[in-house]
């Protein structure tokens, strides 16, 4: 590893405090979207200390380690799911930003990390102007391809500035799972403040801190992801950068995200009571505390075990078992319980990015569906967060006498036609 690709995080992003608590250690891993190609099957592969700490001031949880966003963004083989799940959350994004932020007539949308422009095309469809910002050059280009203006860049308090000048304010400021993303949340909301309209929003959608507890989803974490948000970390974060929190709503996707608005704190909004029931929800269920982040990292090892354990009987007992989805939680999951090409036969997933190479650091070879030629007696659910969607699709393997090992909130295994209703 490379020094100067990773800064090791001493002060908190959002409060500034110096006082963590240690909730979970996995060692050193690889990226959790690095697919290797099968010609480097042997070449060493980087892995970076993947650690989360929780801060004992404003319970910001936050990776200790920040890898350089270059080698994270500038190609990314991220691409949105083009699932069911995935179009119709869009829509409800669009439906309750506009609920919030009146975007019809030609309102301007910007969204950070517009990826291949597919919710901006949904926005756009609702009357708005739309702009994408996206530091990945090859998922720009394809943005623009279908329509969508992109700059391929990040956003950060100069473009904001760029943006300001070239297009006007804007009614909405989206960042959907990127916030969670950024180091310097100062500059990027230095940025949106700049940028928003006295009216307009800056909303952002984030894994929430209190569903990845309690639904021990702790392969969402990866280097991507640097920070784990309460709503009550968010609001004193808006308040120390000039912004009000306005509104959240919670939603499934990803295995639990908030939706989380806020204005201009000398706009006009007012703060949504919603908003301050989950704060003090949150309060209530010990969030504030170490105890809930002690007891996170002591089930974790405990399921990874428990998981571990399931699949290797399965593989010993004669049973063939393959990865469905190569997600990037899935690179986490097989990382930390040390399951490879000894247990997996292959991954199956319908990203073209990712067909024909292998997973990060456990070297399984990922496969398109239609290549699949003899399905496995066991899919193990990398991408858990579309289980609904997936056993739906797949009614025949079920029906066939297939399973499902899904691995969180405790590894169970679906089978039968109960799994797919
Ligand atoms: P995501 O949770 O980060 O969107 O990743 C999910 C991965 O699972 C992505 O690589 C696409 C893949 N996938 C399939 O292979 N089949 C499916 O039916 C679905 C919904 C996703
Ligand atoms: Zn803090």
Known sequence: MSTDAVRFVTACRVCGSRRWQEVVSFGSVPLANGFVDAAEADAPEEAYPLEAVSCRECRLLSLTAVVDPHLLYRTYSYVTSDSETMA?????????????????????????????????????????????????????????????????????????????????????????????????VADVLAGARELLADHGLFTIEVPYAVDLVERLAFDTIYHEHLSYFLISTLDRLFARHGLRTVDVERLAVH???????????????????????????????????????????????????????????????????????????????????????????????????????????????????????????????????????????????????GGFIVPVPEPTVRTGAVAAR
């Open 88 to 184: 119709r959350h869009m829509r409800t994004v669009v439906e309750l930003c506009g609920e919030r932020a009146a975007l019809a007539g030609g309102g301007l949308v910007v969204e950070l990390g517009s990826n291949t422009g597919d919710q901006l095309l949904y926005f756009r469809e609702a009357g708005a102007r739309v702009l994408g910002v996206d530091p990945a050059r090859n998922l720009a280009r394809v943005a623009e391809d279908r329509g969508v203006p992109t700059l391929p860049d990040y956003f950060d308090s100069a473009t904001a500035r760029e943006i300001a000048a070239t297009h006007g304010k804007a009614s909405l400021i989206l960042g959907r799972h990127v916030f969670a993303h950024i180091d310097d």
């Open 255 to 401: 295995g639990g995200s908030v939706l989380v608005s806020a204005g201009r704190a000398d706009g006009p909004w007012r703060t949504h009571d919603r908003v301050r029931d989950l704060i003090a929800g949150e309060r209530a269920a010990g969030y504030l505390s170490d105890g809930v982040y002690q007891e996170f990292g002591a089930r974790v090892r405990r399921t990874c075990a428990e998981l571990t354990r399931l699949v290797r009987g399965l593989v010993a007992d004669g049973h063939r078992v393959a990865g469905y989805g190569a997600s990037a939680k899935g690179t986490t999951l097989l990382n930390l319980c040390g399951l490879g090409p000894g247990e997996l036969e292959f991954c199956t997933d319908t990203t073209p990015q990712k067909q024909g190479r292998l997973t990060p650091g456990t070297h399984v070879p990922v496969l398109a569906p239609q290549d699949v030629r003899r399905p496995p007696d066991y899919y193990l659910l990398l991408a858990w967060n579309y289980a609904e969607e997936i056993m739906r699709k797949e009614t025949a393997f079920l029906e066939a006498g």
